[in-house]
């Protein structure tokens, strides 16, 4: 790979440090993008990527590299498209799973069909959407393969819930038409269980990209992994997309409190009148500003009780002595497992050694200098 400035020569004319954004990573190396427009907007090297390693001062602070951030690069080398990373700029947002920064939204994608749209699996990806504090939007596909009484009945539920939602088919290109708009100029991260048709999408909105798809499991009624790393993907009027691989049932790992904010509903019923207590778990408690009349209470119940044992098990966990410990399972449960004791399993040190076979000499021999080696007072 090399790269040419505006006049077909190496760029020897554009500063040893420019900035780009990371599109890709794997291992320990990086693909950045550049981005001249700022100091040469004719340039042809503005948009081309370069493989970056990440400079050592920046391993030793512990400052990580994620998909998505703005970074400074400097060593070019032109000739083999090589550079190293020497700076993260500050990040606006982050999400550890999947490990992207800088997104402006969250897209989850389900189908109305091959899977089955599965209220709870589809109330627990909101949740989790909602727990990063990235705006939310949903997008429900394979409309063609349902009634249009189904279609229109998964509408009116989700939006009972607080959610817009657009309705489509990756072989109806017209209605993508709602889409298109909410994606121009965003960092948009595609989220949803595996089999619905996320990477269908970015194929269809990014040819070029050409990504693996996968059939649905006509024995479990879900949808096989195809996606197996995160990747921003350029669109072609402005914006990115970020592909994550699909997990069937996400983790959530909430406090009780933080739970609640992760509800539209909750929040819309706090915004018209507060609790009468700072700590309300909204069920039933009197002076509660949230009442019990609306569609999601009781899944909201049934997650209350997973961020309450949740939060037991984390202050159990605080305690020197506890016995067990908290492990999530792949499918998102949560199970406690005992606690291995590191007094039985610590190696002895060398130090400990050789006093226990100073020890065994005194034993041996009769004499007791190893017992007290310091003179006591009498003496």
């Known amino acids: 790979m090399s790269f040419t400035g505006p006049n077909g020569a190496a760029p020897a004319e554009l500063a040893a440090d420019l900035w780009g954004l990371v599109v890709a990573t794997q291992a ?18 503005s948009g081309q990527t370069l493989l970056c390693t990440r400079r050592a001062r920046l391993k030793k602070t512990g400052q990580h590299v994620m998909v998505g951030d703005r970074v400074r690069v400097e060593a070019i080398d032109w000739a083999d498209g090589r550079g190293a ?3 993260v700029s500050p990040r606006q947002s982050i999400l550890d799973r999947p ?3 800088n997104a402006d939204q969250i897209l989850l994608v389900f189908a109305l069909a091959e899977p089955d749209l599965d209220p709870q699996q589809l109330g627990r990806f909101l949740v989790k959407a909602e727990s990063t504090g990235i705006p939310v939007s949903l997008c429900l596909n394979k409309q063609d393969l349902v009634s249009t009484d189904t279609r229109r009945y998964w509408q009116d539920q989700i939006n009972q819930w607080g959610y817009p939602v657009t309705v489509m088919s990756l072989r109806e290109e017209d209605t993508l038409d709602t889409l298109l708009p909410l994606l121009k100029g965003r960092t948009t991260i595609i989220s949803g269980p595996s089999g619905v048709g996320k990477s269908s999408l970015i194929n269809w909105l990014i040819p070029q990209t050409s990504l693996r798809t996968g059939a649905v499991s006509g024995k479990l009624g879900r949808g096989r992994h195809t996606t197996r790393h995160v990747e921003l993907f350029e669109l072609p009027e402005g914006g990115f997309l970020a592909d994550t691989p699909g997990f069937n049932q996400p983790d959530l790992a909430l406090t009780p409190l933080a739970l609640g904010q992760c509800f539209p509903e909750i ?3 706090l915004a018209k009148g507060n609790c009468q207590f700072n700590d309300c778990l909204h069920r039933d408690a009197p002076g509660c500003a949230v009442d019990s009349h609306w569609p999601r209470y009781d899944f909201y119940l049934t997650l209350l009780e997973e961020a309450l044992a949740y939060q037991e098990t984390r202050q159990r966990q605080r305690e020197p002595d506890a016995a067990l410990k908290l492990q999530m399972g792949n499918q ?4 406690q497992e005992p606690r291995l004791q590191a007094k039985k399993y610590r190696r002895p040190s060398r130090r400990h050694q050789k006093q226990r076979l100073d020890y065994l000499r005194y034993d041996l021999d009769g004499s007791g200098d190893a017992i007290d080696p310091q003179p ?3 003496d």
């Open 99 to 101: 490990p992207v920064a």
């Open 332 to 335: 998102g449960q949560q199970r």
């Open 28 to 45: 320990n190396y990086y693909r950045v993008r550049l981005d001249l427009s700022s100091v040469l907007p004719d340039s042809k090297v």
């Open 267 to 269: 929040r819309l019923r």
């Open 85 to 87: 990373i020497a700076e």
């Open 376 to 378: 006591s007072a009498e």
